[in-house]
């Protein structure tokens, strides 16, 4: 019997072209899920947005600082009686007999403009920190004394303020430090160029400041002691953490003990920081006697904290490579640490180093465990000597700082804290694109 004589039955009921009622049905719940999806990250693009604009528009203003430019006649009978500009003669001179100078200097200023402001209150649009800025000047550079120095002062967090836009009119009624007369004051000098908004490079590279002086403070020292406790979280946490990955996945015997530091690790990834901050308040501070506040503890701390993350991310990249290149390694006689050195190693080098990042960036911006140790702003007033002071000197790190100044409160902190938020996620978007580059200079295709 041929094939053609195979009779050929026609399909019942209706043709397979033709789209069902269950079809149609299918096919709506699908665009369903995808518009459900779609909306789902529109939605979280907005909050992200809506974070990084709110971000931007408050932290901004932090960058930018209003000054006064000053002559300031630097009389010698006040600041070098003796006239021998010995270091030591010229150092007695404490900060209030600069005052006085300062104030002439504002007296002659506004010589010219007509205000409502008595002389003795000219001062209250300057920064409290005017007069040690001009001592400071005047010990390092005796020679001065005698002559008129123009100086570009801070002016007050109430008048930075109020050139920002987060001062009004209206908010002084009730404020002791300065009233509509100084605003009036303020508007004629910026027309006439005495007063001005430039870019503010010591809140990059300044330190903090108390909370008298609130338009001084700067986040560079705390950038310093964040940059020292990465050091350490770095060559602490990736060889431990590597190494114990290394050997719980390729020699680790799989019995009852590993089980038990397996489970272990998956625990201490999901415990609070601030437990990690007690653990290293009672052994690195209170057991080994660390230096209490100094970036190394910090370090250490966040390198227990990180480790669990490490070691998690390391075998699992571990785990990605393929079994075949194990045996290809052995079967050609290389050894098992050969194997694993020479060649399930590099394969998983992306995934390692990205975990390691993440781990590290994590870390950075971590605030409970340093407010338990110690490491709080306005500890540290200047850089470190050394790579050793780097370590051991109190210092604070970028998320205590900010932390410090949103709970401060003159609203000048506030805006600096806006401002820190942004540097420190210029770091983490920096150690992202590390990630990203190394990945990719390591990644291979098999």
Partial sequence: ????????????????????????????????????????????????????????????????????????????????????????????????????????????????????????????????????????????????????????????????????????????????????????????????????????????????????????AGIGVSMIGSFFMMLVVLFLALPIGVAASIYLEEFAPQNKFTDLIEVNISNLAAVPSIVFGILGLAVFIQFAHLPQSAPIVGGLTLTLMTLPTIVISTRASLKAVPPSIRDAALGVGASKMQSVFHHVLPLAMPGILTGTIIGLAQALGETAPLLLIGMVGFIASNYPDGVAAGFLDPNSAMPAQIYEWAKRADPAYYERAWGGIIVLLLFLLTMNIIAIILRRRFERRW
Avoid: C
């Fill in 1 to 216: 019997m041929s094939d053609a004589a195979i009779p050929v039955s026609k399909p019942k009921g209706k043709s397979l072209l033709e789209v069902d009622t269950r079809t149609r049905k299918r096919n709506a719940a699908e665009k369903r899920f995808q518009a459900y999806g779609i909306a789902a990250i529109s939605v979280g693009l907005l909050f992200l947005v809506a974070l990084l604009w709110a971000i931007v528009q408050n932290g901004i203003p932090a960058f930018t600082q209003t000054f006064v430019n000053l002559e300031v006649e630097l009389v010698e009978e006040k600041l070098d009686p003796n006239g021998n500009r010995d270091p030591a003669d010229i150092k007695k001179v404490s900060t209030f007999g600069y005052n006085p100078l300062i104030k002439e200097a504002l007296i002659a200023k506004t010589a010219d403009i007509p205000t409502e402001v008595e002389e003795g209150d000219l001062t209250k649009i300057l920064s409290a920190s005017a007069a040690a800025i001009v001592r400071d000047y005047v010990i390092e550079n005796p020679d001065e004394i005698g002559n008129t120095v123009t100086f570009r002062l801070l002016t007050s967090s109430r008048v930075d303020g109020y050139l920002k836009g987060r001062v009004q009119r209206e908010d002084l009624a009730r404020d002791k430090n300065l009233d509509a007369a100084h605003l009036d004051l303020i508007d004629v000098m910026v027309e006439a160029g005495s007063v001005e908004r430039v870019f503010n490079w010591d809140f990059i590279t300044g330190a903090d400041a108390s909370e008298s002086r609130p338009e001084q």
